[in-house]
């Protein structure tokens, strides 16, 4: 074989959840191959930069092929790094891919392959499935300034107090939780490697803390050196300085949306949203555009089969298109744009924001691909949230 098999084990110990975030959150290239002695085709998963781009398994290709592996319970996998000619047919965030797939296992919509005992969830220790777990990659210690311990259930931040410091979960696993006058809602769990904080965190000598984050068991946490990231994100130019604001707030504003949609808050229709307004990227059409909002409102909608949910308004300096090295799960392949009447841009190179990215810091580049990994994620509840609450006229009937 022309392959160089770079790891190797068992489904029992690593499910494939867990190895897309592994793989993911490394930015691994290479074939991932499943066998199962149920089944006589083995599956197969094209990763390109930490992101499925194709899958095979029997006469199954592309996400299909895909969400069927979730459902295979025991098995053996090996990942080789080496070039991926196959073409990239699978435009989804891997985290979306796997909040959908799980939830599809779960319903019943993807069959379960191996003997007959429960499946395993790929969220493990985590009390309500529902609630997405998000690891990081490994642990770049070189920024880590101080180390602290926590136990099962303290606070370690509070939502509304003031910090300028991100800390790193080391080991143990932590939940993120939003208080609100309705009362708490869970949103994210993170695992090794997750940032707890993000770069507004230290850009604006303290910001208010929009969540508060508890220990989920025992969990170490290594402090960040903040000083040495405002240093590293300094040197990076405005334009790209800008499209990390306009990601941190578009966390900011799904994270709203979710809150909302939990506690089936009253907010404006997205018909009332977007009337009137034009389409400047269409949902699940290729377009290479990065654009940067001189004047006017833009509006981020994710058409689903219960309707379209809105996502989030960005307006004035925030950064619309399709960015090369991240895929936050909206525009252009799982989103659109909407333009208000007086809606102006300016197009930026995508090529001169990719190699800005590869030549950050690695603590840096890590925490920018966690933000957007949490918008792919928090946005995934956002619309499955949505899809309950359409539904509950008719099961109320």
């Not at 099962?152 to 939003?178: M, N, P, R, S, Y």
């Not at 507004?200 to 170490?220: E, K, N, P, W």
């Amino acid at each position: 074989m022309n392959h160089k098999v770079v790891f190797s084990g068992n489904l029992d110990f690593l499910s494939l959840g867990d190895l897309l975030q592994l793989l993911g959150s490394n930015g691994s290239t290479g074939i991932l191959r499943i066998r199962s002695k149920y089944m006589k085709d083995p599956g197969l998963i094209h990763i390109a930069e930490g992101n499925p781009a194709n899958a095979s398994t029997g006469p199954l290709t592309g996400l299909e092929a895909l969400n069927s592996l979730f459902g295979w319970i025991e098995g053996e996998f090996e990942f080789s790094e080496e070039p991926i000619t196959a073409e990239q047919v699978i435009k989804k965030s891997r985290m979306e891919i796997l909040l959908d797939a799980l939830r599809m296992l779960d319903d019943g919509v993807i069959e379960k392959i191996g003997p007959v005992t429960a499946a395993r969830s790929a969220i493990q220790g985590n009390k309500d499935a529902r609630i997405p777990f998000v690891k990081g990659p490994l642990v770049d210690y070189t920024y880590v300034v101080a180390e602290e311990a926590f136990s099962d259930g303290d606070k370690i931040t509070e939502q509304g107090k003031h910090g300028d410091w991100i800390w790193v979960v080391l080991e143990g696993a932590i939940e993120v939780v939003k208080e609100t006058h309705q009362g708490p809602f869970s949103i994210l769990k993170l695992g090794s490697g997750a940032f707890v904080g993000s770069v507004a965190t230290f850009l604006m000598g303290g910001s208010a803390r929009s969540a508060t984050v508890y220990a989920v068991g025992d969990v170490q946490v290594g402090v960040l050196n903040s000083q040495r990231l405002s240093t590293d994100y300094a040197t990076a130019s405005d334009e790209f300085r800008g499209f990390v604001v306009s990601l941190d707030k578009r966390l900011r504003q799904v994270t709203e949306r979710a809150v909302a949609a939990h506690f089936n808050l009253k907010q404006n229709g997205v018909a009332e949203v977007i009337e009137g307004r034009t389409p400047v990227f269409k949902q699940g059409v290729n377009d290479d555009r990065v654009l940067r909002i001189v004047q006017g409102e833009a509006s981020i909608v994710r058409k689903t089969d219960h309707g379209s949910v809105l996502l989030a308004n960005l307006d004035k300096r925030d950064i619309i298109g399709n960015i090369p090295f991240l895929n936050i799960g909206h525009e252009p392949h799982s989103a659109s744009v909407l333009a208000s009447e007086d809606f102006e841009v300016a197009e930026i190179s995508a090529d001169d924001l990719q190699e800005e990215h590869a030549h950050l810091s690695p603590t840096l580049r890590n925490i920018i691909e966690h933000v957007a990994i949490c918008v792919s994620v928090t946005t995934s509840v956002v619309c499955e949230l949505e899809k309950e609450t359409s539904a509950e006229p008719s099961k109320n009937a």
